[in-house]
């Protein structure tokens, strides 16, 4: 049987390699000349109009299926195909149709369907206009300190894009701009906040964002506070009343700092002293406050009562 085995395969072998590469050859042919379909995507490129603004969503791509040879179907890749290249400069809204002829394939495919078959464009008309920058803070300043303003650099930005999106924007904000703990002016740059779709900031993505962070103002009351006059020689004098109450106003920590007797109240009757004894209606003032410390005298005035002198 082993040797009969081994006659059969040896026997005519030139002929039998012969007739195993016209098989190859014949299948090969015959399997190159069926017909064959497969699936691929297409991207889209969209050349859109200056004047309008398409704010329908259309498709980035498209499924399509070829038919051809099965040597030439069977290599066909994503990356061999062009994108289809869609016009809209003049382009009415409505319904596009994706047709053949957009859609260019190696020699000897061709196109069996497309998917979507068509896309609903929907336009508006382009306008600009400029709207004022917010700039956003994010947490407070020390205790005892305040934000006196803030304020962006440009201060207005052009906005572009569809008619109702853009009309409806009053405002655009930046990025929080941090300043806590902070007890001096901030300094920094902030991008812009993204807006709606169909609308776009013109040649700007970011602002410089200074603010204003000054010590907070609080008020402190002395009551009963006693009234001195000063500038007499030649005659006596009593005031009427002879006490005030007085407002501090400044600095929280500017405040705490101001120590007890502080201030003094007096009333200048230097020039009194060489007039005739009578009353006077004289203005209170207050010495002795820090630079940063303002005082409120109450009353803002009093009655200087001025007799002779005896010996």
Do not use: C
């Amino acid at each position: 049987m082993r040797e009969l085995l081994r006659r059969w395969l040896l026997q005519d072998v030139l002929l039998k390699a012969v007739s195993l590469v016209i098989a190859v050859v014949l299948f090969v042919f015959v399997r190159g000349d069926k017909d064959a379909a497969a699936g691929a995507y297409l991207k889209v490129i969209y050349v859109l109009p200056r004047d309008r603004v398409l704010v329908s969503e259309p498709v980035s791509e498209l499924r399509i299926s070829v038919r051809g040879p099965w040597t030439r179907v069977s290599r066909l890749e994503d990356s061999d195909l062009e994108p289809v290249r869609v016009d809209l400069a003049n382009a009415p809204s409505g319904d596009l149709r994706f047709t053949e002829e957009m859609v260019k394939l190696p020699v000897g495919l061709r196109l069996a369907s497309i998917a979507p078959a068509s896309v609903k464009l929907r336009f508006e008309t382009r306008v600009t206009r400029t709207v004022p920058v917010q700039p956003l803070l994010e947490g407070e300043p020390a205790a005892g300190y305040r934000v006196v303003r803030s304020v962006a650099h440009p201060r207005e930005v052009r906005v572009t894009g569809a008619k109702s999106v853009v009309e409806g924007i009053q405002r655009i904000t930046t990025r929080p701009v941090r300043i806590a703990e902070a007890k001096a002016p901030v300094h920094g740059e902030a991008h812009l906040e993204s807006l709606p779709p169909h609308a776009e900031i013109d040649g700007v993505e970011q602002v410089a964002v200074d603010v204003e962070v000054v010590a907070a103002l609080a008020e402190r009351t002395l009551r009963g506070v006693p009234v001195r006059v000063t500038g007499l020689s030649r005659l006596d004098g009593r005031l009427e009343p002879e006490v005030a109450d007085v407002v501090l106003r400044g600095p929280a920590e500017a405040l705490a700092a101001v120590p007890l007797g502080v201030p003094s109240l007096l009333v200048d009757a230097a020039a009194e002293d060489g007039r005739p004894a009578g009353a006077f209606r004289k203005r209170i003032g207050a010495v002795g406050l820090p630079p940063n410390v303002a005082a409120e005298v109450r009353p803002e005035s009093v009655t200087l009562v001025t007799k002779r002198r005896r010996d």
